[in-house]
């Protein structure tokens, strides 16, 4: 028996929750190839409940999903389950343990760490020597082998959708209109040919964007939708738009099937704007939000942050999702290298012009292998034992002037709505 367990999150947010897809993606993986395994999601099952299962079920192999906000219950889970018993063999995974793989390897009870894309690489952990496996890292006496990265998947057509056999779908919820209701988080693509110097996607997932076909797609949107009567669907690709003909494929393909769908998703400005066509398409299928990462107003803090945008951009797809009718959700960054008065005044000037339906404005925060930890030098690698949140970007600014210009900017919202 092999336990894939997805820790506590470590949000504060108790009214949506979302379910740890990249598990079930490494589940039905194994289910193909004949090998069982089962899911736990802490989030919705209790420690307590974790152990008891563990004591009875005697699995030989647990694998941790371990991401940077909640690194430590990751953490704590490996050290309670090798403490009952120490001949688990322990694999942890994800971004965090994929970019601090010697850390993690060298400070905690884990035997292995897959790193970067997960379902080929921990079948051929189980199933192989482990010493020939790419994509690998592991302790040998006092050394750490790192076996080479692993070849990306080519073709995600080919790999089964996600299995939810352990889990009670309908306990992930997403609000919409007013009310929390079940909800299905939908990946049609991996990697981004962007390069924002704050975000560790890419380096988990590759430059390459890589993507599921519309049918492909259309085809897990209807089973799920059908099987579970789910209709609200979240497609949490970092760009669902970058390619306009297969994102106007997918809503066609879905208006086709007669699927009774509301769907949310997030893009970056270019894609949309200017782009009534793929704006009216997804309105359409049942899009009714779109989420951009606008980051800041200023066009000097967009290149200082490798956005590889435009504020004009940024007005442009605004006025086209208002125009067609679909709703906006902006996210904001405050205290990117370079932020001033001056350019938190851009972000306030720019807000006021778009009216983003919702806001979101985060302060900066820094993560492990991304051009911003390189380059800001914020904190040393032992940082990340410690029980802290990724460090805010305090090289510049202070705290207390960073938290003073996002409350300028939430005050610029509440103004005009």
């Not at 704590?76 to 994800?94: H, Q, R, W």
């Not at 209109?177 to 380096?203: E, H, K, M, Q, W």
């Not at 778009?354 to 302060?363: A, N, Q």
Request: with cysteine; charged share 25%.
């Amino acid at each position: 028996m092999i336990y894939l367990i997805a820790p506590k999150k470590g949000t504060k947010r108790k009214d949506s929750i979302s379910a740890p897809v990249g598990l079930c993606y490494i589940q039905s993986y194994l289910l193909s190839k004949g090998v069982n395994s089962k899911v736990i999601d802490l989030e919705i099952t209790s420690k307590k409940e974790l152990i008891k299962n563990f004591q009875k079920d005697k699995p030989n192999i647990v694998g941790i999903s371990c991401f940077t906000d909640n690194r430590h219950f990751a953490f704590d889970i490996a050290k309670l389950l090798k403490e009952i018993d120490p001949n688990i063999k322990i694999v942890l995974g994800a971004h965090h343990a994929s970019a601090m793989y010697k850390q993690v390897l060298e400070n905690y009870p884990v035997d292995y760490v897959v790193i970067g894309e997960g379902e080929l690489t921990f079948y051929k952990l189980i199933t192989e020597t482990p010493e020939n496996v790419k994509g690998v890292a592991y302790k040998k006496g006092k050394n750490i082998i790192f076996n080479g990265f692993r070849e990306l998947i080519k073709n995600l057509d080919s790999l089964p959708f996600p299995s939810y056999k352990d889990l009670d779908i309908k306990k992930y919820k997403w609000e919409y209109n007013g009310r929390l209701i079940p909800n299905y988080d939908l990946v049609t693509s991996r990697g981004c040919p962007f390069a924002c110097i704050y975000c560790s996607s890419s380096s988990f997932w590759g430059h390459k964007w890589r993507f599921r076909s519309p049918k492909n797609i259309v085809d897990e949107i209807e089973l799920v939708n059908k099987k579970y009567k789910i209709k609200h669907f979240r497609i949490v690709d970092d760009n669902f738009t970058i390619n306009k003909k297969r994102a106007i494929q997918t809503c066609k393909e879905i208006i086709k099937r007669k699927l009774k769908i509301h769907f949310w998703i997030q893009s970056r400005v270019q894609s949309l704007a200017n782009e009534p066509e793929l704006a009216k398409w997804l309105k359409k299928a049942g899009c009714y939000f779109v989420a951009f990462g606008i980051e800041s107003g200023s066009q000097k803090i967009l290149d200082n942050i490798n956005k590889k945008q435009t504020v004009q951009q940024i007005i442009y797809a605004c006025k086209t999702c208002k125009e067609i009718g679909l709703k906006i959700n902006a996210y904001f960054m405050v205290g990117n290298p370079g932020e001033t008065s001056e350019t938190i005044n851009e972000s306030k000037k720019i807000i006021k012009e778009i009216c983003p339906d919702e806001i979101g404005i985060s302060l900066t925060q820094v993560y492990p292998d991304t051009e911003l930890y390189k380059q800001t030098k914020i904190c040393k690698d032992h940082y990340w034992l410690t029980k802290k949140r990724p460090p805010n970007n305090t090289t510049e600014h202070s705290i207390f002037k960073l938290r003073f210009w996002q409350v300028k900017l939430l005050l610029t919202q509440k103004r005009w709505l």
